[in-house]
């Protein structure tokens, strides 16, 4: 079975300093990787995702993530953070290719708080 | 193109009250999922319906809670009695069955208060 470890419940970083925000999984097959960002009162959105290849994954908003296959890592980095950047981000994972019983395995959440 | 719409945005309701919670997936979209959020469980999935059909709803918490989906286009998600402890947001998300990844899209929740 699929899990999801963000270590971090918390991080706060000052505004224009660079941020990395991590995440480990354990599954016993390959898997997709997910990150989903929530702003205040909002919904979830999909930030980037893995799916195979280039295991550097741009996302929205200045965002990217590093799939380590050996440490069984996907960590959201962001050179320079923006106040706006402020939510709770989630990261997630899937079972590759499966289908009927599928879902996704979400983290408790890392919340950013971007200090002025 | 519309997301998923999730009504009502807003409720709250006395203890021992029917709640029903309203989705309606994006055009297309053959899977719908209902997750509840509360800060003391993060998110957990109650139940996840394919063509229609529910498949896994292992994550229902317990009688109290049913859903439905009539039709491709419509899901609901019914508490009944209500209690406090059910006090939390509601999300309901679609996707598209053999779509590249995986990828789920999420309303934007309906945020449910019972007192």
């Known amino acids: 079975a699929q899990s999801v470890t963000q270590l971090d419940s918390q991080v706060p970083v000052f505004e224009e300093a660079p941020v990395e925000l991590r995440c480990n999984y354990s599954s016993s097959v390959s898997v997709y990787l997910f990150w989903y960002v929530q702003y205040p009162n909002q919904g979830l959105q999909l930030l980037l995702k893995y799916l195979s290849g280039s295991t550097l994954v741009k996302g929205i908003n200045g965002f990217e993530a590093e799939f380590n296959k050996s440490q069984t890592s996907f960590h959201l980095r962001k050179p320079s953070v923006h106040i706006s950047d402020t939510a709770e981000y989630f990261c997630a994972v899937s079972d590759l290719g499966k289908t009927g019983a599928n879902n996704l395995f979400f983290g408790t959440g890392t919340r950013l708080t971007v200090i002025p | 193109d519309a997301g998923v719409i999730q009504s009502p945005r807003h409720e709250v309701t006395e203890m021992g009250q029917e709640v029903t919670l309203r989705c309606k997936p994006i055009?297309?979209?053959?899977?719908l999922f209902w997750y509840r959020q509360t800060m003391m469980r993060g998110l957990e999935l109650l139940i996840y319906f394919n063509n229609n059909v529910p498949i896994d709803d292992s994550g229902m918490p317990e009688d109290r809670f049913s859903a439905k989906m009539p039709n491709a286009s419509f899901s609901t998600l019914k508490i009944q009695p209500s209690e406090p402890r059910d006090s939390a947001v509601y999300f309901c998300?679609?996707?598209?069955?053999?779509?590249?990844?995986?990828?789920?899209?999420f309303g934007e929740g309906s945020w449910l208060t019972v007192v």
């Open positions: 998300a679609s996707r598209r069955e053999n779509d590249s990844g995986n990828t789920i899209y």
């Open positions: 055009s297309g979209h053959n899977s």
